[in-house]
């Protein structure tokens, strides 16, 4: 992975944004995780047509405004960094790609043209919340967590669509088209809103037999609901349990993503080279020694 040669000010800059330990680099986050919090609060409020009403133009206004420095913010950091490609191509830049990209297009395209996109575009902004996640060094932990329960997650689902289908074939037979079981995808849909004890109500069996089915598949959702959520909480509390040693609070500036020993050169997750400050690398050995 080829990296280039940073600047004083770069290198700066680089660890105010992706280095949290140094009071500059905590100030930047909280500004961000507050600017985002705002942006959101207004893209959220400008969809409630009585304030869309009366606030529209103060909302378009705040709007520009944070798509303004979020793209300064966006930019500085594919300045900053060492390998531009693939900070810009990694999940984190894609994000805050996403996050001003919507207001520019819709700013080109006429407001006139009653086109469904432009609600889509508007809509695209809230995807800067998920920059919030980029903050929190824990959703490293909950993310590997995912993927390696992945495969059991998934022949786990298998199972219960199984289920799902033996459920809705029995209550179509049972109940029929008389009864709002018009097709057997009608009733695979009411077995899954029956497991997964929502119960919306729009379909209900009126026999005795299907009522009776009905409910053992309640009791049914009720232990399908709770493996899922015992499966990926064992894994997690294993991976804790195993954790020992205290990881630096440094971002890859390459990827963005940290959880790396103190001593660490180079990243874990995408071979780039660190370059952490000796400040933090102090900091961390100093609380693993605690």
């Known amino acids: ?61 705040l709007e520009l405004g ?57 809509v695209m902004r809230i995807f800067r919340v998920l920059r919030l996640l980029e903050l929190f060094a824990e959703l490293t932990e909950i993310l590997k967590v995912l993927r390696n329960t992945a495969r059991t997650i998934l022949v786990f689902f298998v199972l219960v669509m199984i289920v799902v289908v033996v459920f809705a074939c029995l209550i179509y037979v049972i109940e029929g088209p008389q009864h709002g079981f018009t097709s057997i995808p009608m009733s695979v849909y009411w077995a899954i809103v029956t497991i997964t004890t929502v119960g919306y109500g729009d379909l209900t069996p009126q026999t005795g037999l299907g009522k009776s089915v009905a409910a053992f598949g309640m009791l049914v959702g009720y232990s399908i609901l709770a493996v899922p959520t015992a499966i990926i909480t064992t894994k997690l509390w294993e991976r804790l349990s195993r954790r020992r040693s205290v990881f630096a609070n440094w971002n890859c500036p390459v990827c963005s993503r940290g959880g790396h020993s103190p001593n660490a050169v180079f990243c874990k997750h995408c071979g780039g080279e660190l370059d952490m400050p000796e400040e933090v690398r102090r900091a961390a050995l100093e609380q693993e020694n605690q």
């Open 66 to 122: 944070f798509t303004l420095v979020f793209t300064l913010e966006y930019l500085v950091r594919i300045w900053c960094t060492r390998n531009r490609g693939a900070y810009v191509t990694s999940f984190w830049g894609v994000v805050d790609l996403l996050a001003v990209l919507p207001t520019y297009v819709a700013l080109m395209v006429p407001e006139a043209a009653p086109l469904l996109i432009i609600r889509l575009i508007r």
């Open 1 to 61: 992975m080829t990296t280039r040669e940073q600047t004083a000010l770069q290198k700066q800059l680089e660890t105010i944004i992706f280095g949290t330990t140094t009071p500059a680099g905590r100030a930047f986050d909280l500004s961000l995780l507050a600017l985002i919090l705002a942006s959101v609060a207004v893209v959220m409020l400008d969809s409630v047509e009585p304030y869309h009403d009366r606030h529209g133009l103060l909302f378009a206004r």
